[in-house]
């Protein structure tokens, strides 16, 4: 007798809640500016791309805008014109060298308005190893976790993103936003494990990006505006553009290993 | 200068008359010892005299000398006369025994029969816990505030949730008091049950509006819990096993007829049936909660008596061994009764309030213990004087000191983190009040008090200062004892009645409330992290401003009551967040928080009947709550979360027979605010939803049934056994618990709306006994 009520409380408390797809009637706001603008550390293509927002449940593809004059520079006196790329929907520039330290900004001029924004690019921080351990326990049953270790630079704030590609295919979720920073760890190792399990012979690509604390606040908005819609006040994520549009423009060093779960 | 003035004049009444005696004494039920609180004794043959008990049963009349007969009365009990002839100032201790419940007999549920509409107080709500017995709940848990979300002006802050919102305040608004001891985290297991244990209470007062002068702190309500002192005349034992919890109560006398103890227990065993499962990590999981209420109290002669109480509840969760969190209040009070004079009674308490959590992480990487806490120490004198029965004077003083540890890290050997510690802060808070409640005319009657509150922020303490857009700009270390930022205000409040006739009146009052106190939450429904935060260099005390006015009107013999209220508000101050504010472990959390202002308004009717087989209540709500705040939406005026414009609920209870009583409640209400998308962008290869306005959409409309049975197998004088069975959602409404803006998992191109529902359909079974 015991057993069965026990049973029953656990069947109400855990499983009385259901999910389902609903029809919610949604304004149709005019449409916006949205910029996403990334320039790697090294030599590499800067991109910026320019579209405006489309209704929640529109079906068509968003509309890129094509006429705009985006021009890139940084502190030191340098700026170019980023030139419309037809294949790729978007304005770039191959080839284009970054260098840690430096501020780079970026200008877009379309159909009277500015938007601006800049990104300082940070130093790379090297991926010191990848623990890969075969676990019984935790949340997630068995399988391999894999996490990525990394020393801290002390004396510093800083920001980061784990971006991961597995078996080819690059991982770019909600879910698959991985922020952190030395706030409560400052100097000293960060592990970061992967927050799903491993089969032997996965083909997983780990690359840690580094930025700075506005372009990191855009990505911790996003992903709260993303995961977290429930919380008290969703709201779009904190742009580091001025002009009025949506968006960021970061500046990123990176730092790569692939592993193969043995 | 100018307080010793209104002094004068508030105790003016005080000197108006002089040549008469005083009757004082104690109500008490006859066959536990109880103190009776709100009992009537009355002045046969005249109808303008008379008094009411205070918290502690005391009562005191004044009348000239002469003949009298007095009528002692109160709820469901049988009435009881004495006749003296006063010549002198003469103590008269009253037992008062519970009418035998038969059925055709009437039963009084409140106080007074006639309460609603001569009585000064407006804007209150009255419990009793052993009334709400039978109106069903979530799993069976009887929850003294579930049951008040059912009466008009306040609101649930969520599905099956134990926080609640009162006339368009938030939840952080509510000054909850057990045994005067303020409770920081009123709730259990992420808010789906209060920390009241029904056994243990014996009063439940919440004032919504006009709320007297001897309670601050808060801006928009008091709910007033008082635990029951205990069975003086003889050892009792009472409990009930139910589908989550146990509860065992026993009380008794310590030395009989001058002092009883009581200690109630409940325990919820989720965790037991974990230990069914063949996983070792589930098996070894913890998930629980624990109410612990004890109080004893002792009268150390014909005029002193003292009081301890105490409660203790703890949340605990646990996973496997590597991951534990647990969290909970504990709050203890020491009285001191005092009857100076007949006239005059005084109490003093001591009383302590700790909230706590704690977690701790100890894996194989990582081994480290957060921990946050917020306690007060709080010295309270109130004195009630009454010089005649027309005149009824409160007043004292308290004072709190406040400690606030917002959070530590420490971390083992093991650990990656850093040992680090959030400045504590500190401060110390005090009032005085005055307030006397005053009969002018037989019709007409006025409650007015005023309240001083002041507020000391104080080191030590590094007090920050921050730009518009929340960056700090300066810092300034603050030691021991050193003011940072003084507050303070007076807050009057006023209440008078005017009876139309023997059966209406109408009502008005205006009350400001000053708090000091603020929460700060980041999510919608209450959680053991929330952060209390004092007003500081940075955060302004809210102040609230309450109009209110009403008619009440009883028919069919006191049968039915009838009121309604409405009520205008405005609220300053108000405290919002930051676009993607960092609530959790931030120093600087000051920064992340935005300044705005408030206003409500509403209608709210009522419709009760007391007496009789068939007893409930039609409770209406239309109402608003809006915000303005200049870096939100632009600045517009916009919804506060808990606008819900039509707030429905209808309780009924129907004794069918002497050991059957069926019982059922229906709500309606409209949906919450919210804050959809009204577009969406790509970003990163994401589907971005798109924001344009803040709380500019509605969840679609809640309501519900809930069905409960009470059957009583045995009921002697001494023993009683019953059963309870209720239906949580009858009708298997999926109200929206949530609903969420997400990429269609078919076709990335694609967005879609999910809703999830908590709780269709929950029966519950419970078993009680008494011995």
Redesign the interface.
């Known amino acids: 007798m015991n057993?069965i009520?026990?049973?029953?409380?656990?069947v109400?408390?855990f499983l009385?809640?259901?999910?389902?797809?609903?029809?919610?009637n949604?304004?149709?706001?005019s449409?916006?500016y949205?910029v996403?603008g990334v320039v790697y550390a090294g030599t590499d293509t800067a991109r910026v791309r320019l579209?405006?927002?489309?209704?929640?449940?529109?079906?068509s593809?968003?509309q890129i805008l094509t006429h705009a004059t985006v021009t890139l520079s940084d502190d030191v006196g340098n700026s170019l014109v980023l030139p419309y790329i037809v294949g790729d929907s978007c304005y770039q520039l191959p080839g284009f060298t970054a260098i840690s330290g430096r501020k780079y900004s970026i200008h877009v001029l379309v159909d009277g308005l500015t938007i601006q924004g800049s990104s300082t690019l940070q130093p790379p921080v090297p991926i010191d190893s990848v623990s890969i351990v075969y676990k019984t326990?935790?949340?997630r049953g068995a399988g391999y976790e894999v996490?990525t270790n990394i020393s801290d630079p002390a004396n510093t704030p800083n920001y980061y993103r784990l971006v991961t590609t597995i078996n080819d295919t690059?991982q770019?979720?909600?879910k698959d936003l991985y922020l952190f920073n030395d706030?409560?760890?400052?100097?000293?190792?960060?592990?970061t494990a992967l927050k799903r399990r491993f089969k032997s012979g996965d083909k997983i690509t780990l690359e840690l990006r580094t930025m700075d604390a506005a372009v990191y606040?855009f990505f911790?908005?996003?992903r709260?505006?993303?995961n977290n819609?429930?919380?008290?006040?969703?709201?779009?994520?904190?742009t580091n553009l001025i002009g009025g549009a949506?968006?960021y423009f970061g500046t990123f060093a990176r730092s790569k290993v692939s592993i193969i779960v043995p | 200068m100018h307080f010793r003035f209104l002094l004068t004049f508030l105790l003016f009444p005080l000197f108006a008359f002089s040549q008469n005696h005083t009757i004082s004494g104690n109500v008490k039920d006859a066959a536990n010892g109880e103190d009776i609180i709100g009992a009537i004794v009355s002045v046969k043959g005249q109808p303008d005299k008379g008094a009411a008990t205070n918290s502690y049963g005391f009562y005191s009349l004044t009348l000239p000398a002469g003949n009298y007969t007095l009528v002692y009365q109160y709820v469901g009990y049988k009435s009881k006369e004495e006749t003296l002839t006063l010549a002198a100032n003469q103590v008269i201790n009253i037992n008062l025994s519970v009418s035998s419940k038969d059925l055709d007999e009437v039963v009084v549920r409140t106080e007074r029969a006639d309460k609603n509409v001569s009585s000064t107080q407006m804007g209150a709500f009255k419990l009793d816990p052993k009334q709400i017995e039978s109106v069903p709940v979530l799993f069976g848990e009887k929850d003294i505030i579930k049951t008040l979300q059912l009466t008009p002006g306040v609101k649930a802050a969520g599905e099956g949730n134990a926080g609640f919102y009162v006339r368009g305040g938030a939840a952080d608004q509510n000054l909850i008091l057990l045994d005067e001891a303020p409770v920081y985290n009123a709730s259990h297991m992420l808010g789906f049950f209060s920390v009241f244990n029904s056994d243990a209470l014996k009063d439940v007062t919440l004032y919504k509006g006009a709320i007297p002068a001897e309670f601050g702190g808060r801006g928009s309500s008091v709910l007033d819990v008082k635990m029951r002192d205990g069975n003086s005349k003889k050892y009792s034992a009472s409990g009930g096993i139910g589908l989550i919890a146990s509860r065992l109560t026993l009380e008794g006398p310590i030395v009989k007829d001058k002092g009883s103890f009581i200690i109630s227990g409940r325990r919820t065993y989720a965790d037991l049936f974990l230990k069914l499962s063949n996983n070792d990590r589930i098996k070894n999981s913890k998930l629980y909660f624990y109410d612990l209420n004890v109080k004893a109290n002792y009268q150390l002669g014909k005029k002193d008596r003292l009081f301890l109480s105490g409660y203790f509840g703890r949340d605990v969760f646990g996973f496997s061994n590597v991951f534990g969190f647990d969290w909970g209040n504990s709050t203890a009070t020491l009285r001191w009764n005092h009857i100076l004079s007949s006239k005059i009674f005084s109490n003093t308490s001591l009383i302590f309030s700790n909230y706590n959590y704690r977690i701790k992480i100890n894996t194989s990487n990582q081994d480290l213990t957060i921990t946050s806490a917020i306690q007060d120490w709080n010295l309270k004198q109130d004195f009630s004087f009454t010089p005649n029965p027309n005149n009824n004077i409160k007043f004292g003083f308290n004072l709190i000191d406040h400690t606030f540890k917002p959070g530590s890290i420490k971390a083992g050997a093991n650990s990656n983190f850093n040992n680090q510690e959030l400045s504590g802060r500190k401060a110390l808070e005090g009032a005085i009040y005055v307030q006397n409640d005053m009969r002018i005319t037989d019709k007409l009657g006025v409650q007015y008090g005023i309240r001083y509150s002041g507020f000391d922020f104080m080191g030590s303490a590094i007090a920050y200062s921050f730009d518009a857009d929340g960056n700090k700009i300066g810092e300034k270390q603050y030691s021991k004892g050193q003011s940072i930022t003084y507050y303070d205000g007076w807050e009057p409040r006023i209440s008078a009645r005017y009876e139309l006739n023997n059966v209406s009146s109408v009502k008005a009052a205006y009350n400001r409330n000053f708090q000091y106190l603020h929460l700060l939450s980041n999510s919608t429904t209450s959680s053991p992290t929330d952060l209390w935060v004092p007003s500081s260099n940075n955060v302004k005390p809210q102040i609230v401003d309450q109009y209110s006015a009403g008619y009440f009107r009883n028919f069919k013999d006191n049968r039915y009551e009838v009121s309604v209220e409405g009520y205008y508000k405005t609220l300053q101050n108000q405290i919002d967040y930051r676009n993607g504010a960092d609530l959790v472990f931030n120093e600087l959390v000051e920064g992340e928080l935005v300044y705005g202002k408030g206003r409500a308004y509403g209608v709210e009717l009522l419709v009760r009947k007391n007496i009789g087989r068939l007893s409930g209540w039609v409770s209406y709500t239309w109402s608003r709550s809006l915000r303005k705040f200049d870096a939100i939406n632009q600045g517009k005026e916009f919804p506060a979360r808990q606008d819900r414009i039509h707030d429905i609920a209808i309780v009924v209870m129907y004794d069918l027979s002497k050991k059957l009583k069926i019982s059922g409640n229906w709500v309606y209400y409209t949906g919450s605010a919210v804050t959809f998308p009204s577009g969406r962008y790509n970003l990163n290869g994401m589907q971005v939803p798109y924001f344009t306005e803040r709380n500019g959409y509605r969840m679609p409309a809640y309501h519900r049934l809930d069905l409960g049975l009470t059957w009583i197998t045995k009921k002697t004088e001494r023993t009683e056994r019953s059963w309870n069975f209720s239906l949580y959602n009858a009708y298997g409404r999926q109200n929206a618990y949530s609903i969420s803006f997400q990429e269609n998992p078919d076709n990335p191109q694609q967005t879609q709306a999910v809703q999830v529902s908590l709780f269709t359909w929950v029966p519950a079974i419970t078993y009680n006994f008494k011995f």
């Open positions: 057993k009520l026990l049973t029953l409380s656990a109400l408390l009385t809640s259901c999910e389902k797809v609903v029809n919610i949604l304004n149709n706001a449409p916006q949205v996403e579209a405006k927002t489309t209704d929640y449940y529109g079906i593809p968003q326990d935790g949340f996490a690059l770019n979720q909600p706030k409560y760890n400052d100097g000293k190792h960060i592990r606040d911790t908005s996003l709260d505006a993303l819609q429930n919380g008290p006040a969703p709201a779009n994520p904190n949506l968006g």
